[in-house]
């Protein structure tokens, strides 16, 4: 909908205290929100969707249907938009749908060799990489690595969903139960005391941000960052609702597009009485941290026995060479942030600070369960366990213990799933990023 007249002009005073206030560089960091724009609006983003289209990265496996851990007074959305479209059985590549964690045609071969205890029980004829790879397979079992708590892909109730099919947009999915759900993870999963309100949580004025922000601050870095990463995930999915909002819904067609009242509403400084800019950041703080797990884990997608496989050998090629044609750029990136920063100091409180901060994400993993919008459940539930695999990544102890000196590990593992959430949950960053872009020139033309 056109804002009134009104609004219209305070809107273009908003969008000039938005350019003003979302650039510079960010907490606890050392790049800046322009360094982090032309790399990725220009160099990556492009590329990146191409990746995302392909057949191995737009059919995700999830369990809609497991129930909500924490409370049982669930109401599901009923509106059409909020609805899932699973895929046909006969829809998903064969290669896809042999295994969760196999990597090429000979990985696959495998599956009746997994009871052996033996490497020498396997099928010789397989290459001397893949039989090197395959106790590590057949064991395969990172839970102590894992921030994300995994759905059992292998239940009656997971299926196949066609990403492309099933974008991420505004459902009108929103009230006390959407609310509820950013409550219970702000308020009981963000390391905060009761005591401590967060801004525009319940309409509290200045005196109580500042209180906030003056406790934020105060908390060690691994801490203060948890929360900006909720924030920042947090900002993202508004944006993408922002950007595909329902504008017209009439018989004979929706239309949907960018929707800057509401923008305004999630994001103006004004409006959001400062609240707005810092969450912005916070989204490219989160940018940065995936980013930073994408370049880590280069080795893991460049051994031999890597592909990405569905069964067509000629785009599997293709699509592994543009894999590590984006990953390469990713590394090229001249500002990535240091997560050496983070449980260091004394080993036996870094350890409980880790396992801490692990556990309090696997919970907002847990919590994707409890979201009544089926779609909002399915992106929610994909872009945590992004996040988590770029947390896995970032603090394996698997990978660290043999990286970059010792090459790539056949001790750290990465699942199908893992892999696609990833790529996946970054694709979803890089829009937001590409799409503040779109909003601040629209906020330009505001008259």
């Known amino acids: ?15 000039q205290v938005y350019r003003r206030r979302v650039s510079g560089y960010l907490d606890d960091c050392t790049c800046d929100v322009e360094t982090i724009d032309k790399f990725n609006n220009y160099r990556l983003f492009p590329r990146l969707q191409k990746l995302l289209e392909s057949d191995y990265f737009r059919y995700y496996k999830v369990n809609l249907k497991k129930p909500c ?22 829809e998903v590549p064969d290669g896809i749908k042999s295994a969760s964690y196999k990597y090429s045609e000979e990985a696959n071969r495998i599956e009746e060799c997994e009871q052996a205890e033996r490497l020498g029980a396997v099928d010789e004829s397989l290459s001397e990489e893949t039989q090197k790879a395959v106790l590590q397979w057949t064991k395969h079992d990172d839970s102590s690595d894992s921030f994300c708590e995994i759905d059992d892909i292998q239940s009656p109730d997971a299926e196949y969903v066609d990403l492309l099919l099933n974008p991420e947009r505004y459902t009108g999915y929103k009230g006390p139960d959407a609310w509820r759900i950013w409550s219970v993870i702000y308020e009981e999963n963000c390391f905060k005391p009761q005591t401590i309100q967060r801004p525009l949580a319940s309409g509290q004025g200045k005196s109580k941000e500042n209180t906030f922000y003056n406790w934020l601050e105060g908390l060690c870095v691994e801490k203060r960052a948890f929360y900006r990463l909720i924030s ?9 609702l922002s950007a595909r909002y329902l504008l017209q819904d009439t018989w004979l067609e929706k239309k949907w597009g960018h929707n800057v009242t509401e923008f305004q509403q999630r994001f103006d400084g004004i409006l959001t009485e400062g609240e707005g800019p810092r969450r912005l950041k916070n989204l490219y703080f989160l940018y940065l941290i995936e980013l930073r797990a994408l370049s880590k884990v280069l080795p893991f997608f460049e051994r031999p026995d890597f592909q990405l496989f569905t069964g067509n050998k000629v785009q599997d090629a293709e699509n592994k060479a543009l894999l590590l044609e984006i990953l390469h ?6 500002l990535h942030f240091d997560e050496n920063s983070f449980f260091a100091g004394d080993k036996n409180e870094a350890h409980k600070l880790k396992e801490d901060f692990r556990l309090h994400f696997r919970n907002i993993s847990r919590i994707m369960d409890c979201v009544g919008c089926f779609k909002c459940r399915l992106w929610g539930k994909l872009q945590t366990q992004g996040l988590g695999t770029a947390l896995k990544i970032l603090f394996s102890e698997k990978l660290i213990a043999n990286m970059p000196e010792s090459g790539p590990s056949y001790e750290f593992q990465l ?6 959430s990833l790529f996946n949950a970054f694709g979803r960053i890089s829009t937001s990023v590409r799409e503040l872009e779109n909003f601040r020139h629209l906020l330009q033309n505001v008259h």
């Not at 509106?79 to 059985?89: N, T």
């Not at 920042?232 to 993408?240: C, K, M, T, W």
């Open 232 to 240: 920042g995930l947090h900002a993202s999915i508004n944006v993408h």
């Open 415 to 420: 699942t199908r799933q893992e892999i696609v």
């Open 69 to 90: 851990p924490f409370w049982n007074d669930i109401n599901q959305c009923g509106r059409r938009d909020c609805a899932v479209k699973p895929c046909h059985s006969d």
């Open 329 to 334: 750029e990713i590394k090229s990136f001249p």
């Open 1 to 15: 909908p056109t804002p009134e007249g009104p609004r219209l002009c305070a809107g273009r005073a908003a969008g």
